[in-house]
């Protein structure tokens, strides 16, 4: 069966520190990957997607980043957070971009 | 915009009541899905209707789809306060989902 983990679950970083959010998938080949953020009490704002290896689209311009160095592996990188990057973190995986999406258990980040 | 957007943006009812979301959206579809998310913890797919599909049923949980007037429903009945959290619709535009704000839904023991 397919699973998805996504870590860490909560981390506390301060404004201008780099950040780092992995997500893997297994159990599944060449899934469509999602990085999405919700703010509190707010819908789910799409970050980057990706098709592929090496293939991302950006659906907000920011100072955030995504890469997929591998299949089923999705990172979502800052070089300076800002506090406006507070949130909650969710990366999720699709066959074929259409169909059921399957969340990870998200990552809380808190910018002081 | 494939957007789903969910009414009402909060609902309150108590344990034992049913409970009814909408949703409308904006383009055709092949689809529409309804998710749950519990507070703090990620999405759970609940239900998938098709576009040749009116009515839709899964346990307690009740989807109707109009593709004329782009509309559809989540009906829970006989709630219980485990389903006390946030509810949303969604459907695909090419390769992506995009969300709406979702239904916060309260049930009260």
């Known amino acids: 069966s397919q699973t998805i983990h996504q870590w860490p679950a909560t981390l506390v970083q301060p404004v201008g520190s780099p950040l780092s959010l992995e997500c893997t998938v297994e159990g599944t080949s060449n899934p469509n990957l999602y990085w999405y953020r919700q703010a509190a009490g707010r819908g789910l704002q799409l970050l980057f997607y990706s098709v592929g290896i090496g293939q991302i689209s950006s659906e907000v311009p920011q100072n955030l980043s995504a890469s997929r160095p591998q299949d089923r592996q999705f990172i979502l990188s800052s070089k300076k957070l800002l506090l406006s990057d507070s949130g909650f973190y969710l990366c999720?995986?699709?066959?074929?971009?259409?169909?059921?999406?399957?969340f990870g258990e998200g990552s809380r980040l808190t910018v002081l | 915009s494939q957007q789903g957007e969910e009414d009402p943006q909060a609902l309150s009812i108590q344990e034992g009541e049913n409970a009814t979301m909408n949703c409308s959206y904006k383009t055709s579809i092949n689809n529409l899905q309804w998710y749950r998310q519990n507070s703090g913890r990620g999405l759970v797919h609940l239900i998938l209707?098709?576009?040749?599909?009116r009515e839709k049923h899964s346990g307690r949980l009740r989807v109707t789809l109009d593709t004329s007037k782009k509309s559809s429903s989540l009906l829970i009945t006989a709630s219980r306060a485990a389903d006390t959290a946030s509810y949303f619709c969604?459907?695909?535009?090419?390769?992506?989902?995009?969300f709406g704000i979702g239904t916060k839904l309260q049930v009260i023991p």
């Open positions: 209707i098709r576009s040749n599909e």
């Open positions: 999720a995986w699709s066959y074929r971009g259409e169909g059921e999406l399957f």
């Open positions: 969604v459907t695909w535009g090419y390769q992506k989902v995009t």
